[in-house]
Each structure stands twice: as C-alpha cells, then as structure tokens.
Nanobody, 119 residues
Framework: QGQLVESGGGSVQAGGSLRLSCAAS?????????MGWFRQAPGKEREGVAT???????SYADSVKGRFTISKDNAKKTLYLQMNSLKPEDTALYYC????????????WGQGTQVTVSS
C-alpha cells in the first residue's frame, strides 16, 4: 500500500519561494503513477493545484500558472512543487495525492504541509 509524506512547507513573505516535496513509498511503478498537489485554506474547499500524469504531462490551476511547477524524480520516488512569487492567497495546507489507476480518482493522500505567506 502506498504512503505519501510531504515536507518543505513553512512561512515566507510575499514574493518568496518554497519547494514542497512528497516522498512516496510502496509504489512499485512510481514512474507510471499519476499524482497531484492540492491545497485547502481555512474555511474553503480543497482545490487542485497541479497534476502530473504518467507521460510527464502537467496541468495547473489558473491561479498558479506561471508561478508553480510540478515535477517528479522517479529515481527518488519523490514529487515536487516549486512555488515562486508566492502570494498571501497561496496560504493553505498543501497535500500530495496519487492514483492507483490514472483514469480513476486519487486513492492515496499525504498528511499535508502548511504554507503561510505573509504580506
């Protein structure tokens, strides 16, 4: 059974950068695993931030396009989210997630890492 552990969150000022990591274990075919980053701010619904599929194709929420980059290191079995030009509205608990089958929903979730951006 797969496990996901996020790290890299913290507090930064607006305009700063952070890189989130999501270490995966128990994934035999990590290179083929479709994964994503999500976030949830207090009082708001969870929203998708970025996804990456098995062929490396990525997609982003409009609110983060041009500022965030999702990537995978298959050798390290780690998913990343590089976040630049951070804004206060990016403040949220960030989660990584993985799918057992790319055509289905997300089956595994990490515990989340907090990102706080001050103005």
């Amino acid at each position: 059974q797969g496990q996901l552990v996020e790290s890299g969150g913290g507090s930064v000022q607006a305009g700063g950068s952070l890189r989130l990591s999501c270490a995966a274990s128990g994934y035999t075919f990590f290179s083929r695993t479709c994964m994503g980053w999500f976030r949830q701010a207090p009082g708001k619904e969870r929203e998708g931030v970025a996804t990456i599929v098995s062929d490396g194709t990525t997609s982003y929420a409009d609110s983060v396009k041009g500022r965030f980059t999702i990537s995978k290191d298959n050798a390290k079995k780690t998913l990343y989210l590089q976040m630049n030009s951070l804004k206060p509205e990016d403040t949220a608990l960030y989660y990584c997630a993985a799918k057992v089958w790319c055509g289905g929903g997300y089956d595994y979730w990490g515990q989340g890492t907090q990102v706080t951006v001050s103005s």
